[in-house]
């Protein structure tokens, strides 16, 4: 009886993970941007959803990370240059003090988020950082950048997706 009542629990248990793991879709160009929210620095959820109209930039990093470091003060340029267009968000899975000290420090004014691993890895998922995605103002994945860029490439990211949404309408 022991025996049976462990292997129904094993049985229930591969179920559920099976059905949890079908119900996340990985992001994919071209495709629908999987809808997340994430808790800002400044205490607010960020809705991918809440953005529709306007490109999403969403970069996944870290401040122990080199490349992520080096491509910020970019995105910070970039999300100032096209204001009524872009949202940009930095999402980071470090604790919330280490990334605000870092933010504060450097005068970064665009929204940052804790990410608690759902973000980075099972909505978007990388094997390395920073990993940018960029989300056209339909809500469609127009492009997927892994490993850090600079200023021209996120601004030719960003008008791919400016004008992705403009073809959609």
């Not at 049985?11 to 071209?30: F, Y």
């Not at 099972?122 to 995605?133: C, Q």
Request: glycine share 8%.
């Amino acid at each position: 009886m022991k025996r049976l009542l462990i292997a129904w629990m094993v049985l229930v248990m591969l179920v559920c993970t099976s059905a949890a793991a079908e119900s996340v879709v990985p992001a994919e160009i071209g495709q629908p941007a999987p809808d997340f929210e994430v808790q800002t620095l400044d205490g607010e959820t960020f809705r991918l959803s809440d953005c529709r109209g306007k490109v999403v930039f969403l970069n996944i990093w870290a401040t122990w990370c080199p490349p992520c470091v080096r491509e910020i003060p970019d995105i910070q340029a970039l999300s100032e240059a096209y204001p009524d267009d872009l949202v940009v968000i930095g999402v980071s899975m470090e604790s919330e003090q280490t990334v605000r000290d870092f933010v504060e420090e450097n005068g970064y004014t665009y929204s940052f988020g804790i990410d608690d691993g759902s973000i980075g890895g099972y909505l978007y998922p990388t094997s390395a950082i920073p990993y940018s995605i960029y989300i056209d103002a339909n809500g469609i994945v127009t492009s997927m950048e892994l490993g850090a860029t600079d200023y021209a490439t996120m601004e030719a990211h960003f008008n791919e997706a400016l004008a992705n949404a403009s073809d959609g309408e």
